[in-house]
């Protein structure tokens, strides 16, 4: 099999794909957070700031996700197939939610309706929210393990998605982002909008201190097989010790009012706890409950070595592309949230 | 109803809905890049003005379109797995190139489009509006890619059998150039102009018919009726050189497009008419060996017939896709019409005194974007049954681990969502309108905006 720098192809291609994970939760992570504290904010002033925060930038946030699937499709097809057909009824209602989330940012501020403003109001938040959970809970049921047959299928029921665990970690993701969200428009807001954020900052903190104790006791007792890898390789616990580091230190920039280094770590936890997920899945992608043989590894689920390599000159070309001109948007829109009449 | 009819139906819909907006993103792309480009030539401040209010429109259907793209993207996952498994090797390049250097550009450079007006200067958001619409050019790019590939697969080996056989990518470029690619993609991207141009002549066909922004919609009307002259014109060329490709490359498909059956016979061009698949008759008007005269510029010749090909390789829906084939062909047609009679009334300089003439402008908006549909369902319906010409079934392709409830679950789900969509897409753009493009006045230029500019040195 060929390899760059001693690592072969599917092990690159999990990087790359983990890569833009992490960078959709980072990004689009935010907006989503900031999309679930809607509601919370009264003023119709309020609500047009916080939207406007994300309004430039989400919808490019949301492309990492597009790039995401696409990338998971191009490298792992057998992993797309079992994992979006086992899982049909989340992924549709995924589906469900990011287009109303869409809609009712686009929507809201063309009518000065009370009812209609409000209409949008409670379906953006209600859709981010929800959005946040459902990719908790695929998440989680890739990290429990789905019953996958003999020919590479999901033999289950399609309820299963539903379990204890899964609904944890995407009740986790939920506080996460909504930290995360409260965080960037900290920087991006004034005056009284400011202030009541500084509270949601703290509360959404809270929110998720609790539900990532939980989740990490869960895993631990029930889940034991996760931790396998750090037990085989110890060297590696340095990285949930960072993630846990990476925690601390929120509420630690929070209580100084030090909003942007705060959200920096957000974001950082965010990309180590997919690094704590990474490491003790590799190489298998989607563990068969049935018989472990059958688990969906990235080696029996990658595409050739000639389409990898295609692939890894394509992203080679195209990843310092995009990093350069979504560096220059968020420059553009560097500062505070000021409202004009392009705005939403 | 079972998983196969409900999932090619769900697909069907959500993809004929999502393909309303796309094509008029990329066409209203090209009309704003020549009106930023004609006011920073010009410095007149009509043309940033109208520059300024098809943005709006733009960022409705730019957003739809977005949302209601990835649902296709999913769907290849979660509705059809064996499909996904068999092509992922050779698709998943094609996506992932789109994803990389075509969303990513277009919606990056979106937020400066839609809320830079007043950040950065009018050169870098030129810039920023040529980013976006060469985004938009290169999606079409490659989803055309991959599924011309679906039509004329090349630059791939089959390896494995039965349920675990799957398509492997031998060579990308041939892959990229596979024999349909460039005439397909030429045609699309006509198509999505004509369908941009067309809702830029019917606005300002109804302003002027209201005698609202005058001069503002004659220089707007005259840009949008250049665009769809040429291009008009052109989608006759594209459109004959893709009938020229499917007849080598999909002989099933051609002979079903104008109902041919017999292969010793000389094939006839129909301008409407009805297939009969029992009997396997065509009644309509025809031009007789018009089919044999286009492939072979001799009306004697025989053209291969749906009879040589065994029952289960031809496309079922006959009639249908004869019919759809058809529309759009007459459709193109009478845009040429139309475009030709305007741009002589222009040429005469009585463009605008003609008040019939521009109420046929304001309907005919139509006429592009139901071409574009159903240019669609014959390219797509006479591909059966096959998803992967010669290769890979349609009743192959599904998710094994998918139930027909759960799919009409979803198509329900979608079916709710897109109407409520739909409406309120027809609602905002009606009141886009209606409000109009703001005065020069209201374009208020900040001052922040010459500081932006000295910062940025240019």
Do not use: C
């Amino acid at each position: 099999m060929p390899t760059i720098l001693g690592i072969d192809y599917p092990t690159l291609w999990f990087l790359v794909v983990g890569g833009l994970f992490s960078g959709y939760a980072i990004l689009d992570g935010f907006d989503l957070g900031a999309g679930a504290l809607h509601l919370f904010f009264q003023k119709e002033e309020s609500r047009r700031i916080a939207l406007n925060a994300i309004g430039p930038v989400w919808d490019g946030n949301e492309v990492w996700l597009v790039i995401g699937g696409g990338a998971l499709f191009a490298g792992f097809p057998v992993l797309y197939a079992t994992l979006f057909s086992g899982m049909y009824i989340p992924f549709m209602l995924f589906l469900a939610f990011l287009i109303f989330r869409a809609v009712s940012i686009e929507f809201r501020s063309k009518e000065k309706m009370k009812w209609w403003r409000q209409m949008w109001d409670v379906s953006y938040s209600i859709s981010s929210a929800m959005l946040a959970v459902l990719l908790g809970v695929v998440l989680g049921n890739v990290l429990l393990g789905m019953e996958i047959g003999p020919s590479q299928e999901f033999e289950g029921n399609w309820v299963e998605f539903l379990n204890p665990y899964a609904l944890l970690v995407g009740f986790t993701t939920l506080a996460l982002f909504t930290t995360h969200g409260a965080l960037y428009l900290l920087m991006k807001t004034e005056g009284r909008l400011y202030a009541k954020l500084t509270i949601l900052a703290r509360r959404a903190m809270i929110f998720f201190l609790t539900t990532f104790a939980l989740l990490t006791l869960y895993t631990l007792i029930y889940i034991p097989h996760l931790s396998d890898r750090f037990k085989d390789v110890s060297w590696l616990f340095i990285v949930p010790v960072l993630a846990f580091l990476s925690i601390a230190n929120i509420p630690r920039l929070i209580s100084k009012r030090k909003y942007g280094q705060a959200f920096f770590f957000s974001g950082l936890t965010m990309a180590l706890l997919l690094i704590v997920v990474a490491i003790e899945l590799y190489p298998v992608l989607i563990l068969s409950t049935i018989d472990k043989a059958y688990s969906i590894t990235i080696y029996n689920a990658a595409s050739s070595s000639r389409s990898m390599s295609i692939m890894l000159l394509i992203a080679a070309i195209g990843a310092p592309l995009v990093l350069s001109y979504t560096a220059f948007v968020f420059w553009t829109f560097r500062g505070k949230v000021e409202l004009d009449e392009t705005s939403y | 109803m079972d998983v196969e009819i409900l999932s090619r139906l769900q697909f069907a819909f959500t993809i004929a809905f999502h393909y309303i907006y796309p094509p008029l993103s990329i066409g209203l792309g090209l009309i704003m890049v020549i009106m930023e480009g004609l006011y920073l030539r010009t410095k007149e401040p009509v043309y940033e003005q109208m520059a300024r209010f098809w943005t709006k429109i733009f960022a409705l259907t730019f957003g739809i379109g977005v949302a209601t793209g990835i649902v296709m993207e999913f769907e290849f996952g979660t509705n059809w797995a064996t499909y996904s498994r068999y092509v992922g090797d050779v698709f998943g390049s094609a996506l992932a190139a789109e994803g990389i250097f075509a969303f990513a550009l277009e919606s990056g450079f979106l937020g400066i489009l839609l809320f830079g007006w007043n950040r950065v200067s009018p050169r870098v958001h030129f810039i920023a509006t040529i980013g976006v619409f060469f985004g938009s050019l290169f999606s079409a790019v490659w989803i055309v890619v991959a599924n011309s590939w679906q039509q004329t697969p090349a630059g791939f080996h089959v390896v494995g059998e039965g349920m675990q056989a799957r398509a492997e990518i031998t060579d990308f470029w041939a892959m990229v150039f596979n024999p349909s690619s460039v005439d397909r993609l030429l045609h699309v991207w006509i198509g999505a102009f004509l369908a941009g141009a067309f809702l830029v002549l019917s606005v300002h066909a109804y302003y002027l018919l209201k005698e609202r922004y005058v001069e503002l919609s004659k220089k707007a009307f005259k840009i949008a009726l250049g665009v769809a002259t040429v291009f008009s014109l052109a989608q006759l060329l594209t459109g004959h050189h893709s009938a020229d490709g499917v007849a080598v490359n999909q002989p099933a498909k051609l002979a079903a497009l104008e109902g041919h059956f017999d292969s010793l016979a000389v094939a006839d061009a129909y301008v409407f008419g009805w297939v009969d698949k029992e009997n396997q008759e065509v009644t309509g008007l025809k031009v007789p060996g018009g089919l044999s005269f286009l492939l072979h510029y001799d009306f004697e010749t025989p053209v291969r017939g749906l009879n040589s090909f065994p029952k289960d390789e031809r496309p079922s829906a006959l009639n249908a896709i004869f019919q759809f084939y058809h529309l759009m062909v007459a459709i193109g047609m009478a845009l040429i019409a139309l475009t030709l009679f305007a741009s002589l009334q222009w040429w005469r300089g009585t463009l605008f005194s003609h008040r019939w003439l521009l109420w046929v402008f304001v309907f005919s908006v139509l006429l592009p974007n139901i071409a574009n549909q159903v240019g669609w369902f014959a390219a797509e319906m006479g591909r059966q049954p096959w998803v992967v010409y010669g290769l890979l079934r349609t009743s192959d392709a599904l998710s094994a681990a998918v139930t027909a409830n759960q799919v009409l679950f979803s198509l329900i789900l979608f079916a709710i969502i897109y109407t409520l969509l739909f409406v309120l897409f027809l609602y905002l753009l009606n009141k886009k309108i209606k409000a109009g493009p703001e005065s020069g006045e209201q374009v208020q230029h900040s001052s922040r905006q010459e500081g932006m500019v000295g910062r940025l040195g240019v």
